[in-house]
């Protein structure tokens, strides 16, 4: 900031910042004190809505470096040379919590990754996890109502939560990760990021690819059991952030080794589980991970409210080269992302200095709206125009999807070893007893909190079908909690 006396918002010099102007020393305000008005009139409007969910977060700059040669998948051209390296941003976050919620919670984090690169913004919106609870988009407010507060109570409530989870049968893979060991990572950076979703690759031929992104952690996992997670939100609610940043400050920079899971597109119909459902993984045994990169976070932000909270990704940010795929969750969040920030930060969220593209500029004939910058200048505001303004290249960033059948609201589609629960039951047999134990002990301790039988009864029978054994042990631990 640069040096000189204390000035109102439009730089005229403030007399008094202790004392407010009144009519002689014992009496009322005077409005004409318009150092004070504006004051308490700008502090009043400090806050923009929070994120509907994954209010909660923290967020580094970094870079990515390609150790690998991926041209044979796709034309993206910041994964087109071995050593590359392009500026990251990464926001973490909570799911559930409201904006001054505890990190240390049980709950998904959040990994939302911004690629700055020559071609554009590309965003990873994923978490922490390859799976999620549900399948269709059209099921999520719903969900995430029952994430979080009673309309009755204000408080999270287990009915709400286990009576969902409970009729929606595809959760259990996604619960059963979550209430496993991994469910409260230590911080940010003992961590895996996942994509989650599967996304199109395609190349210079026009060859497509179906893709899964991991992350690794460098740091490795390390994660709380429920009492220590208890106890750390009690005595440093920001535990998280306070990490992410001190070993940042520190020049401990964290890292995490990218890989990439590839089907190619041919293999997809046939392919033993639906490889667009995002409750289930890709076993490795399929399509082993291949190395292509590391991520390292090495830079804080200087200002949390200009760059975390303002801070918008959006599954829709894709680059030539990368695209969508039929995975109807992600469909569904290619409109619901760009919808919350117009909502949240604004139509011109997207040229903030933490938003806007880095490696090359936002050229198009929209202008104006809340808080435009003026940046265009003079330039024209149509297109065609005969005055030399940008135009379209011809080639869409991702390939055509061949689809069959009537429009409709079709149930998604099983492949031969599809169901609800194969996959959550291949995750329980493959834990050790100890992390069984801590596994049923954390669900019944929830479960046995509803307050009607047939609701534990439903989200109990979910894991029997998942592992007999599973299902056995859950039930007889949340009578002998019930107390029956
Ligand atoms: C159809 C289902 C979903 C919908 C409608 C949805 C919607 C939203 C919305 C509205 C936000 C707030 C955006 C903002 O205000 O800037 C958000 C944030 C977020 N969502 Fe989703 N979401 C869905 C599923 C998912 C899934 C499956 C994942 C991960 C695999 C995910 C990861 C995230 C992350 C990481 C953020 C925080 C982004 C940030 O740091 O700014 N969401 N979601």
Do not use: C
């Not at 994964?79 to 409201?98: I, M, P």
């Not at 999270?156 to 996604?174: K, R, Y």
């Not at 026009?206 to 939100?233: C, M, P």
């Not at 099983?414 to 954390?442: T, W």
Request: charged share 25%; no cysteine.
């Amino acid at each position: 900031m640069t040096q000189g006396p204390l000035t109102t918002e439009a730089g005229a010099p403030v007399a008094d910042n202790q004392n407010s102007e009144t009519a002689g020393p014992g009496g009322p305000v005077l409005v004409q004190d318009q150092a004070l008005l504006e004051k308490l009139a700008h502090f009043n409007r400090e806050r923009i809505p929070e994120r509907v969910v994954h209010a909660r977060g923290a967020g580094a700059y970094g870079t990515f470096t390609l150790t690998r040669d991926v041209s044979r998948w796709t034309r993206a051209k910041f994964l087109s040379e071995v050593g590359k390296q392009t500026e990251t941003f990464l926001r973490f976050s909570t799911v559930a919590g409201n904006l001054g919620s505890a990190d240390a919670a049980r709950d998904p984090r959040g990994w939302a990754l911004k690629f700055y690169t020559e071609e554009g913004n590309y965003d990873l919106v994923g978490n922490n996890t390859p799976v999620f609870f549900i399948r269709d988009a059209i099921k999520f407010p719903d969900f995430i109502h029952t994430q979080k507060r009673d309309p009755y109570t204000g408080s999270q409530e287990a009915d709400n939560v286990w009576d969902f989870w409970g009729l929606s049968p595809e959760s259990t893979h996604q619960v059963t990760w979550l209430f496993g060991d991994r469910g409260i990572p230590a911080s940010y950076r003992h961590m895996d990021g996942f994509g989650s979703h599967t996304f199109q690759w395609n190349n210079e031929a026009g060859e497509v690819f179906w893709v899964k992104y991991h992350f690794k952690t460098d740091q490795g996992i390390k994660n709380l059991t429920a009492e220590e997670a208890v106890r750390l939100s009690g005595v440093d609610p920001d535990s998280h952030q306070r990490d992410l940043r001190e070993s940042i400050e520190r020049g401990e920079f964290p890292s995490w080794t990218v890989q990439v899971q590839i089907m190619p597109a041919a293999e997809a119909a046939t392919y033993r589980f639906n490889p667009f459902d995002l409750t289930k993984v890709w076993p490795h045994a399929d399509y082993p991970p291949i190395e292509i990169g590391r991520l390292e976070l090495n830079r804080n932000p200087e200002n949390v409210f200009a760059e975390v909270e303002q801070s918008i990704f959006s599954p829709a940010h894709f680059v030539p080269g990368i695209g969508p795929s039929p995975d109807k969750m992600l469909q569904g969040r290619l409109f619901a992302y760009g919808d919350a920030h117009r909502y949240r930060v604004g139509i011109n969220a997207d040229h903030l200095p933490v938003n806007r593209p880095h490696a090359t500029e936002a050229r198009t004939h929209s202008r104006d709206g809340h808080l435009y910058d003026g940046r265009h200048k003079g330039a024209k505001n149509y297109e065609p125009n005969s005055f030399g303004g940008p135009v379209q290249t011809g080639r869409p960033l991702w390939e055509p999807v061949p689809v069959t059948g009537g429009t409709g609201n079709h149930v998604t589609p099983l492949h031969p070893e599809d169901d609800d629960f194969v996959q959550a039951g291949n995750l329980y047999r493959l834990m050790s007893e100890n992390e069984k134990v801590r596994l049923i002990d954390n669900l019944a301790g929830f479960i046995s909190q509803v307050s009607r039988d047939d609701i534990a009864e439903r989200a109990v029978g979910n894991f029997r079908q998942a592992d007999e054994d599973f299902g056995k042990r859950l039930e007889a631990a949340v009578q002998a909690l019930r107390g029956r």
